[in-house]
Antibody, heavy 123, light 107 residues
Framework: QVQLQESGPGLVKASGTLSLTCGVSGGSINGYYWNWIRQPPGKGLEWIGYIYNSGITKYNPSLKSRVTISLDTSKKQFSLKLSSVTAADTAVYFC?????????????????WGQGTMVAVSS | DIQMTQSPSSLSASVGDRVTITCQASQDIGNFLNWYQQKPGKAPKLLIYDASDLEAGVPSRFSGSGSGTDFTFSISSLQPEDIATYYCQQYDNLPLTFGGGTKVEIK
């Protein structure tokens, strides 16, 4: 079955860039939406954005100016970069599969999730 | 953005009780709504998609209903393993948005 695994530094300095990677195993990376979602400690879930088909991306407008999501199909992984981080970016970051690509370009659900990785922003 | 409002934010019920959570969208989203269960320290798990369809392998005590702006999630007979926070999520439009969550505890 498909499994996702996040990796990356657990501590990032304020004003720096947060970089995470999500490895996809047990299934194809083609034809699906690949998402990043975050959850600040004790709070709810926030969708960051997605990528599919070797480069088509959509981002949450609240983060759009600071976010880049990229896809490496040969390595079966996708990545998140979030620049100019502040304490407000401290959160558990999840990668998640968003279902099969459809004509509406909106992922129908998040059916497979990584375990999540905690990233703290230090001053 | 479409705002998703869940209520209550928390509830306490006894084993065997029926539990109901509501989710209201700030605009008509048809049936483009999902429900997730998140246990402490774990990733969310998809339970219900398209407002009322049960994800494969999910126990039948979980159910969802509604369309338009008002949705309901129910657990017909609460079990100890159902202790978790439940989230609704809309996919009618980007950005994808979640409700604030409902924490379910055992009385």
């Amino acid at each position: 079955q498909v499994q996702l695994q996040e990796s990356g530094p657990g501590l990032v300095k304020a004003s720096g860039t947060l970089s995470l990677t999500c490895g996809v195993s047990g299934g194809s990376i083609n034809g699906y939406y690949w998402n990043w979602i975050r959850q600040p400690p004790g709070k709810g879930l926030e969708w960051i954005g997605y990528i599919y088909n070797s480069g088509i991306t959509k981002y949450n407008p609240s983060l759009k100016s600071r976010v880049t999501i990229s896809l490496d199909t040969s390595k079966k992984q996708f990545s998140l970069k979030l620049s100019s981080v502040t304490a407000a970016d401290t959160a558990v970051y999840f990668c998640a599969r968003g279902g099969i690509v459809v004509v509406t370009a909106i992922p129908p659900n998040f059916d497979i999730w990584g375990q999540g990785t905690m990233v703290a922003v230090s001053s | 953005d479409i705002q998703m409002t869940q209520s209550p934010s928390s509830l306490s019920a006894s084993v065997g009780d029926r539990v109901t959570i509501t989710c209201q969208a700030s605009q008509d989203i048809g049936n483009f709504l999902n429900w997730y269960q998140q246990k402490p320290g774990k990733a969310p798990k998809l339970l219900i998609y398209d407002a009322s369809d049960l994800e494969a392998g999910v126990p039948s005590r979980f159910s969802g209903s509604g369309s338009g702006t008002d949705f309901t999630f129910s657990i017909s007979s609460l079990q100890p393993e159902d202790i978790a926070t439940y989230y609704c999520q809309q996919y009618d439009n980007l950005p994808l948005t979640f409700g604030g969550g409902t924490k379910v505890e055992i009385k």
